[in-house]
């Protein structure tokens, strides 16, 4: 049984957060109570999983399964998952090199590739996600599209691999760009809510109160 990471409801919504698949990405669950609508944030594997906790939430009508970037990890359940529910897969654009070569990641970490379809649309910043206030937010940095989706009723920021606990996206990469990531955490993350939930690409939970504090990368203390 995979361990619930977080659950949280209101009235109107929920969310809940686990780790899937063999790198153990965090999938977030999302939706609207009333209506039954829904998205899925990182399906990275283990898709009987996910809709199983679909089903038993009452999320029936899935409009969107977008990813925060386009590494292996974050992916490997959503062919599976567009499949079974009809939902657009979603991502930016500057990460379409990154989907482009997924079978290479695979190979290159040997998970086995599961065939994904190319994305049905793209994901700009600052946009409506049509689903519990979610807004998207461009923060390049661990990748060139990396996003973040930001729920302000739910205080919620779901974060990818852009700030973790303690610690942040690693740069190393093919398209990661520190400066870029600094900027992105900083001018655009640390403007949001302090006491907001922050759920990572992996690992604990977090806020983004802590993280201003006592991150040692990006908080006002570092180095």
């Known amino acids: 049984m995979i361990p619930f990471l977080q659950q949280n409801e209101s009235e109107a919504w929920v969310h809940e957060s686990f780790p899937v698949g063999p790198l153990q990405c965090n999938c977030t669950l999302i939706g609207d109570k009333v209506s039954g609508n829904a998205l899925i944030i990182d399906p990275g594997g283990d898709p009987e999983f996910i809709f199983d906790r679909l089903k038993t939430l009452g999320l029936e009508r899935i409009t969107g399964i977008i990813h925060t970037h386009a590494h292996l990890d974050h992916f490997l359940a959503s062919a599976e998952m567009k499949r079974r529910t009809g939902a657009p897969l979603a991502l930016h654009r500057d990460d379409q090199f990154l989907w482009d070569s997924l079978e290479q990641q695979c190979a290159m970490v040997g998970v086995p590739y599961v065939p994904t379809p190319d994305p049905d649309h793209w994901i700009d910043d600052d946009v409506d996600l049509q689903c519990c206030g979610g807004v998207s937010i461009h923060t390049p940095g661990h990748t060139p599209g990396s996003m973040c989706f930001w729920f302000a009723p739910a205080n919620l920021l779901v974060a990818g691999d ?61 180095a």
């Open 162 to 222: 852009t700030l973790f606990f303690r610690s942040v996206g690693r740069t190393d990469l093919n398209g990661g760009d520190w400066r870029a990531l600094t900027r992105s955490i900083q001018h655009r993350l640390f403007t949001l809510d302090e006491t907001a939930l922050v759920i990572p690409g992996h690992g604990p939970t977090t806020t983004l109160g802590a993280e201003m504090r006592d991150n040692p990368f990006v908080g006002h203390n570092a």
